[in-house]
């Protein structure tokens, strides 16, 4: 136990220094749908570079049964407190590679009138304020939703409406999702899904 | 204002604007016109929000007919306004491109001012959906109301003037020139936003809805804890916001060198508790009167840049120009506040890490 405390902290105190550190052996069970570097698969949302915090407060809702899903709650079941923090810590230090640049611009209309303007005869913000300029996320708590598969965040939305997803920090999203309808949730989804989960030419913004 | 008296107001309106649709017809109009609102159609109708039962009242008054309109062409007078125009309606023409260009700089003045700011705010941070958001101080109910005097230069000041201090306190900036493009495109912004606001009558979404005294003074101990619990999540535990990933702006810093300076409005605790109120946290607005009071106390007693009108002395400074419900001045921690601040007016400002 002391020695995993150890090997566990150096991971953390080095993940800065290197571009990538050796995947925790718990990280194995996830590169299936999630992708070795964590970059997503098709249908399956990418997890490289979203918060620490943000991931392990996911597992544990994933194993507690709050964040319903029949395959993620045996995985994080599966996992000992120690090792569900080792996987956030990894994928969170990981980073998105850059999007190829024939990638298609991000369709104008509904979808992205809600994510850029917001609907603020309802009180309803738009998804980037808290979600960054590009929806790459802001800092721990506001994960990015660009890239990811229009299928999962469609879903996550559904499952904030239905009561599935835990509301999250401050009942912010429950909130925000009950003043959505199908269509909205429909057409933000495929706006996010179409943006680049990384700038397209690195180090270059 | 009681009930006749509005009447009497909207009759002359309609009467007004009947003369003026009929010379028009005459006319054809001033080009300007024309090209200014070509493809801008009627604002829909507003079915929700808290003015809305006002806005419809001072609506069906005006639509009433008066004995002049008959004699007018068909096109009836345009009711008053009760929201902005969509942005869709802004026009693909020259003035339609500065409209455009002032809601560019609105919504993001640190690019697009960059030489004017001086800290890392954006307009919207307070006057929400780039100032299109009624309880948020709109720019809709701005535009009508100057040229105004005001208290804070003792002089009439227009809104050119106006947008001015907002550079020089809110954004710890430079006023821009009055004639220059920035001022110019914002202004252009605020006066099509406006459309159908009659001009030099008190609207009713003007500012922030006023918030009720709190029961007990405000607390600085009780503000914190509501900070930790209600605000933190989005602008750090010590109040210095987050940067959005590749260092775009993400949720702004509330003091420090930073945020508004000691001479914006928004450093007075009334002014602050009630957009606090009115629309904090983001989207669930939910804290009391009292959490509104105590936390905008709290965020306003933290040091943030110097009064640009500041002459070397916080004390001076502050007997000249803060007696309102402000902290310049004060002691805080053991600190007098004004006495570390940060310099105002730091522009061009140096990218933050």
């Known amino acids: 136990m002391a020695r995993l405390s150890v090997t566990l902290g150096l991971c953390l105190l080095f993940s800065c220094a290197f571009a990538q550190q050796p995947p925790p052996p718990a990280a194995g069970s996830c590169a299936a749908c999630h992708g070795q570097e964590g970059q997503g698969t098709a249908a399956f949302p990418h997890l490289a570079g979203l918060g620490e915090a943000y991931i392990r407060r996911q597992l544990d809702a994933f194993a507690s049964g709050e964040r319903a899903n029949a395959t993620m709650k045996p995985v994080a079941s599966g996992l000992s407190e120690t090792q569900r923090q080792a996987v956030a810590a990894y994928f969170s230090s990981l980073k998105m590679a850059p999007a190829d640049s024939a990638s298609a611009e991000p369709p104008d209309g509904p979808g992205r009138e809600l994510a850029v303007h917001g609907r603020w005869d309802q009180e309803l913000p738009a998804c980037v304020q808290c979600h960054g300029p590009d929806g790459r996320g802001i800092g721990e708590d506001f994960p990015p939703l660009a890239g990811q598969p229009a299928g999962y965040l469609e879903d996550q939305l559904k499952a904030w409406r239905a009561g599935q997803r835990p509301a999250g920090p401050q009942g912010l999203m429950g909130h925000i999702a009950e003043r959505l309808d199908a269509d909205d949730l429909k057409a933000v989804a495929q706006y996010f899904a179409a943006l680049p989960a990384a700038p397209k030419e690195s180090g270059h913004e | ?353």
């Open chain 2, 1 to 353: 204002m009681n009930k006749s008296v509005l009447m009497v107001v909207a009759g002359c309106a309609v009467l007004g604007s009947a003369a003026w649709l009929f010379a028009m017809g005459l006319t054809g109009g001033p080009e300007d016109y024309a090209e200014r609102y070509a493809g801008q159609s009627a604002p829909p109708a507003q079915t929700a929000g808290k003015s809305a039962g006002e806005a419809g009242k001072a609506g069906e008054a005006a639509s009433q007919p008066s004995p002049a309109a008959k004699d007018a062409p068909a096109k009836p007078a345009a009711p008053v306004a009760t929201s902005a125009p969509p942005r869709s309606a802004i026009p693909d023409n020259e003035f339609g491109k500065l409209v455009r260009q002032g809601e560019q700089i609105f919504a993001n003045p640190g690019q697009f001012a960059s030489d004017w700011v001086g800290n890392d705010l954006s307009c919207q941070n307070c006057h929400f959906d780039a100032g299109r958001y009624d309880q948020t101080a709109s720019l809709r109910s701005a535009w009508p109301m100057y040229p105004a005097y005001r208290g804070k230069n003792k002089h009439v000041n227009d809104f050119a003037e106006r947008l001015q201090g907002c550079f020089t306190y809110s954004m710890n900036g430079k006023a821009p020139p009055r004639d220059g493009e920035v001022i110019q495109a914002l202004q252009a912004y605020a006066f099509w936003l406006a459309k159908g606001m009659p001009t030099g009558e008190q609207p009713e979404v003007r500012g922030y809805p006023k918030v009720a005294d709190p029961a007990e003074p405000p607390s600085y101990a009780r503000g914190e804890t509501v900070f930790q619990e209600h605000c933190a999540l989005c602008h750090g535990d010590d109040g210095q916001g987050q940067k959005a990933a590749g260092g775009a702006p993400g949720f702004p810093p509330l003091w420090g060198a930073g945020s508004y300076n000691w001479g914006a409005g928004m450093h007075r605790v009334n002014t602050a508790a009630a957009f606090i109120k009115a629309a904090m946290p983001l989207g669930k607005p939910d804290l009391t009167d009292q959490q509104a009071w105590d936390v905008a106390l709290f965020i306003n007693s933290h040091e943030r840049p110097q009064d640009p009108r500041f002459n070397g002395s916080v004390k001076e400074t502050a007997e000249r120009f803060h007696q309102h419900q402000g902290e310049y001045g004060k002691t805080v921690n053991g600190q007098v506040l004004g006495e570390h601040s940060p310099p105002s007016g730091t522009v061009p400002r140096s990218p933050s890490p």
